[in-house]
């Protein structure tokens, strides 16, 4: 049985920044992006940071 990936999440900016970021952005598809990785900072598995912000799986993944 294949094993599941593992994709660490490097975080570049404090959750405070990041929720800045997100506040603050006007264009829809970027603020998608940025809430994703701000549900993968708390922890999220791919699949389902996709699924809250409305997307399959394998585009969490580009």
Same mark, same amino acid.
């Given at each position: 049985?294949? $094993?599941? $990936?593992?994709?660490? !999440? @490097?975080? #570049?900016?404090?959750?405070?920044?990041?929720? #800045?970021?997100? &506040? #603050?952005? &006007? %264009?829809?598809?970027?603020?998608?992006?940025?809430?994703?990785? $701000?549900?993968?900072? %708390? =922890?999220?598995?791919? @699949? %389902?940071?996709? &699924?809250? !912000? =409305? $997307? &399959?799986?394998?585009? =969490?993944?580009?």
């Amino acid at each position: 049985m294949a $094993r599941p $990936r593992s994709i660490e !999440v @490097k975080k #570049q900016l404090a959750c405070e920044e990041l929720e #800045q970021l997100i &506040s #603050q952005e &006007s %264009d829809s598809r970027l603020k998608e992006r940025l809430i994703f990785i $701000r549900i993968l900072y %708390d =922890g999220e598995r791919i @699949k %389902d940071a996709a &699924s809250k !912000v =409305g $997307r &399959s799986k394998p585009p =969490g993944y580009n």
